[in-house]
């Protein structure tokens, strides 16, 4: 693959060839739509001056000059956009001579439509580039008409003098111009955007780096503390005369030091988990979903959301890494009680096993303000939230949704605005029911 001229990451490549595939759409279909609406006035009598050359144009812009995969890979995006605007802008003013020149006006449009474009998706000096190639094609054609170097195409039949040629075209030249000038003002802004937003993701990223490494040294510590409060009270326990009050205090302390080291353990094991230790093996879904909810269960305790679980009794193996899915799970209940703030509500977990499909569904849910039509369709998107400034990147459900990808499952969405929300998550079980044990 060739490298790009700019260093960019996946991400960024990827919304880039998004932008891309959309222009291509809206180019597919306006002269799709140019098309057809030329035939049809062709077929009742009008447009003399459709011809094969004309018709070869609209075939280039609709179907040629598109961005298709196998070019995507191999060329730099940024590049890209130099053939396809400099292929955009030759194609409209070619357009514009056989449609009369500066008798379509209508048609000029298409030059604004590239140079917002340019604005958009690229820099300044790409507005710079389309608006300066518009003009001078436009003008080329619309000198060349006036002045029989090339035959001249009326739809009017009309005759401007020179003095009216000039003056329309310096107002048309200008205003490309003027548009151009907004476009890269616009462009830079944008990028601004962009930047702010790369900046506060890495901000975000390296926090949840140093609360990691925080939270591993802490709870190395604190697993070490509770290991000498242990050893303190056994030995109290061998030295101070027994009564069952005290007894029964120092089995107390052994039971807390039992459940909190056992908990800080877990969680110190989650924070040191790496990527590259990712290892995929038979995993019992109803174990991690414990799992994800007792490492959640601090916080759980000192918010109001209650949890809601209906864990099926014969739920086959799934192959899985076991920190991954894990991880899954503690995204949904975060993202839960970030739903729900300081109200009231039930978290809701529930498995159960699907015979004919040989799926392992999991059905999560809360009772939160929904989500609305338009964004469960942005759900999974890098750093799309609808949570409010400051709470969150939208990373969270990226990462779910490709974890849950690379285990060859789905997720389905249904929300109902002040109703709640049901995520329906299935993974392929590994074992059939009928030869599983009860987990």
């Known amino acids: 693959m060739t490298k790009d001229k700019y260093d960019i990451d996946d991400t960024t490549r990827q919304e880039l060839i998004k932008k ?40 280039v812009e609709a179907v040629l000059n598109q961005p298709y995969g196998f070019i995507l890979k191999r060329t730099n995006l940024y590049r890209l956009q130099y053939y396809h605007m400099l292929t955009d802008i030759i194609v409209i003013s070619w357009i514009i001579y056989y449609m009369g020149g500066i008798e379509a006006p209508l048609v000029s449009i298409a030059y604004y439509a590239v140079i917002l474009w340019a604005g958009v998706v690229s820099t300044a000096q790409a507005v710079f580039f389309a608006t300066t190639v518009s003009s ?72 949840l780096l140093a609360a990691g490494y925080l939270i591993e040294n802490t709870a190395h510590d604190i697993i ?49 988990r790496k990527k590259a230790e990712s290892k995929f093996e038979p995993t019992a879904i109803n174990d991690v979903i414990n799992e994800a909810l007792g490492l959640a269960q601090p916080v759980i305790r000192y918010s109001n959301m209650a949890v809601k679980k209906v864990l099926g009794d014969y739920i086959p193996m799934i192959m899985a890494d076991r920190e991954q899915l894990t991880e899954v799970f503690i995204v949904f209940i975060m993202n839960s009680l970030d739903v729900l703030g300081e109200k009231e509500g039930i978290f809701s977990v529930g498995t159960h096993y699907l015979d004919k499909e040989n799926m392992v569904e999991v059905m999560i849910s809360d009772t939160g303000g929904g989500i609305s039509p338009e964004n469960i369709k942005r759900l999974g998107e890098p750093f799309f939230t609808t949570k409010e400034p400051g709470k969150g990147t939208g990373l969270g459900l990226t990462t779910a949704y490709a974890i849950i990808e690379r285990l060859k499952g789905t997720v389905e969405v249904r929300s109902k605005l002040g109703k709640g929300t049901l995520f329906t998550i299935r993974l392929p079980a590994i074992t059939r029911n009928e030869s599983v044990e009860k987990i």
């Open 224 to 272: 070490n503390h509770l290991t000498g409060i242990r050893v303190y009270a056994e030995e109290l326990f061998g030295q101070v005369p027994s009564s069952e009050k005290l007894k029964k205090a120092l089995e107390d302390i052994e039971k807390l030091d039992d459940k909190s080291t056992d908990m800080l353990t877990r969680l110190f094991s989650f924070v040191r």
């Open 20 to 59: 891309y595939r959309f222009a291509g759409r809206i180019r597919f279909i306006s002269f799709t739509i140019l098309f057809g609406f030329l035939m049809l006035m062709k077929f009742i009598g009008g447009y003399s001056y459709l011809n094969e050359v004309f018709l070869i144009l609209i075939f």
């Open 136 to 207: 001078f094609l436009f003008s080329v054609i619309v000198i060349s008409e006036h002045f029989g170097i090339l035959p001249a195409v009326s739809y009017y039949g009309y005759e401007f003098t020179t003095a009216q040629m000039l003056s329309i075209l310096v107002g048309n030249v200008s205003f490309i111009f003027a548009f151009g000038y907004f476009s890269g003002y616009s462009s830079k802004i944008i990028k601004f955007l962009e930047r702010k937003r790369e900046e506060e993701r890495l901000w975000h990223v390296h926090h």
